[in-house]
C-alpha cells in the first residue's frame, strides 16, 4: 500500500526545502551583520589613527612655526637646557629632568601640570624587564622560578622636539616684562631690589667684560633716576622697553 510519503514526495522535499531556507534567513543576516559590525569598528580605528596622524603633523608644524618666531638665542637656551639634564644623552627627559628644564628657562610649574604635559605630549617606554636578585645561573625548577623578573612599570618620556615646541609657545607667550624682571634678577644679588655698581662690576666679571670703573659708573648715574646710587626695578624696566 502506498503511503503519503510515496504518493507525495514532493511534500517532504518542500518541506525540507522550506526548513533549510528557515534556517538560512535567520543564521546569514546575523553574520551579515557581524561582519558589517567588525568593518565598521577597523573603519572607524583607521579614522582615528587618520586624525591622530594629521593633528600630530599640525602640532609639529606649528611648532616649527613658533620656533622659528624665536630668537637665535631663545632657541640654543631651550637647546642647552635639555642638553644639561638628558643626562642619558638619549634625547629623551623624564619627570624630574622635564621639572628642572622647564625651571632653568624660568618656568617653575606644579607636580600635576608637568604630569599633565608628560600625559599629553609623552611617550610611554617599558624599561627591560629585570630581576638583580635573582640567581645570576641555575637549573633548578625553583631556581628558575626565582630567575623570573618582576614587570617594571612603563615610563612618560619627552622628546626633544616636543621640548622645544612647548618652551617655544611659553616662551612667546610670556609677558615680556616677566622677561625682563627674570633678567633683573640675575644682576640683583641677595635680591636687594636694586642694581648697584657691585652688582655690575661683578656681571661684567662673569661675562668677562673689560669695563673701566668709569664705565660702570656712569651707566649707573644715566639710569638712576631717583638719585640712589642704583637702578631700580622700575628703571630697568623702563631701560629695556625704551
Not at 75 to 87: Q, V
Not at 212 to 228: K, N, P, T, Y
Request: a negative charge; charged letters at 25%.
Amino acid at each position: 500500500m502506498a503511503t503519503y510519503g510515496s504518493r507525495h514526495p514532493t511534500a517532504f522535499n518542500r518541506g525540507g526545502a522550506s526548513t533549510s531556507a528557515t534556517q538560512n534567513t535567520f543564521t546569514t543576516p546575523a553574520f551579515t551583520g557581524s561582519t558589517k559590525t567588525q568593518q565598521q569598528r577597523e573603519q572607524q580605528r583607521i579614522e582615528r589613527e587618520r586624525a591622530a596622524q594629521a593633528e600630530q603633523q599640525r602640532m609639529e608644524q606649528a611648532g616649527q612655526n613658533q620656533l622659528a618666531e624665536l630668537s637665535e638665542e631663545q632657541r640654543e637656551e631651550i637647546n642647552e637646557a635639555f642638553a644639561l639634564f638628558d643626562l642619558d644623552k638619549d634625547n629623551y627627559i623624564d619627570y624630574h629632568e622635564l621639572k628642572v628644564a622647564m625651571k632653568a628657562l624660568g618656568f617653575d610649574l606644579p607636580k600635576s601640570e608637568i604630569l599633565s604635559i608628560l600625559q599629553t605630549h609623552g611617550i610611554q617606554v617599558t624599561p627591560p624587564t629585570t630581576n638583580p636578585k635573582a640567581p645570576l645561573a641555575s637549573t633548578s625548577k625553583g631556581s628558575q622560578q626565582q630567575q623570573q623578573a618582576y614587570p617594571t612599570p612603563p615610563r612618560l618620556l619627552l622628546p626633544l622636539q616636543a621640548f622645544q615646541t612647548l618652551m617655544a609657545s611659553r616662551i612667546l607667550a610670556r609677558d615680556p616684562r616677566e622677561e625682563i624682571l627674570r633678567a633683573f634678577d640675575l644682576f640683583d644679588e641677595g635680591g636687594k631690589g636694586k642694581i648697584s655698581l657691585q652688582d655690575l662690576r661683578r656681571v661684567a666679571r662673569e661675562l668677562g667684560e673689560g669695563l673701566q670703573e668709569e664705565e660702570l659708573v656712569a651707566m649707573i648715574e644715566e639710569f638712576d633716576m631717583d638719585g640712589d646710587n642704583a637702578i631700580s626695578r622700575e628703571e630697568f624696566v623702563g631701560i629695556c622697553l625704551g
